[in-house]
């Protein structure tokens, strides 16, 4: 694994920074984080501030990887807001561990995001997993690239809206 992949902090931090200049209102977007738990480190209510930040200063890597629940919470928390299009960008190595069958979870997660009408979108750090989860993905070696990447992603999806 390289160290990219374990800078959990760095990477939440750039992609809340890219979040916040390409979404300028506060209520266009979240930042939650998982592993064994979900925290959020910036909710649809809330600016992205110094408490926000100092989350992101208490994140740390775990080796269970619950993702097909973070992405039935992140959806639900997006299905809840009163707008018309719904983005959900997932940032992981794109291996779901912690309990038995979740390969098979996560692929039912993501085919019930999107029934639901939200756009997903998987990123996988320094992995190639993402594809074998997410329809529509992109594989990050590095953290430019992850921010570089984002930001097209996200300006040709938001073509879409």
């Known amino acids: ?3 990219f992949s374990r800078e959990v902090r760095g990477i939440a931090t750039c992609l809340a920074e890219v979040a ?6 506060p209520h266009q977007w979240a930042l939650y984080t998982f592993n064994s738990s979900l925290q959020i480190i910036k ?10 930040k100092a989350r992101l200063g208490g994140l740390v890597q775990k080796s269970t990887t619950l993702l097909p629940d973070a992405l039935k919470v992140a959806n ?3 299905s809840d807001l009163p707008v018309d299009t719904r983005l959900l960008v997932v940032a992981s190595d794109g291996h779901p561990t912690g309990y038995r069958g979740i390969e098979q979870s996560l692929l039912d997660a993501v ?3 999107n029934r639901s009408g939200t756009f997903l979108m998987g ?11 997410f329809t529509v993905n992109c594989v ?8 570089k990447s984002f930001v097209k992603s996200y300006l040709e999806l938001s073509s879409l809206f």
Not at 43 to 50: A, R, V
Not at 123 to 133: F, P, R
């Open 1 to 3: 694994t390289s160290s």
């Open 20 to 25: 916040r200049g390409l979404m300028p209102a």
């Open 43 to 52: 909710d649809f209510d809330e600016d992205f501030g110094t408490e926000n």
């Open 76 to 78: 639900k928390a997006l």
């Open 111 to 113: 085919k019930q995001v």
């Open 123 to 133: 990123l996988g750090i320094d992995s190639h997993a993402v594809e074998e989860y």
């Open 140 to 147: 990050l070696n590095s953290p430019y690239q992850m921010m």
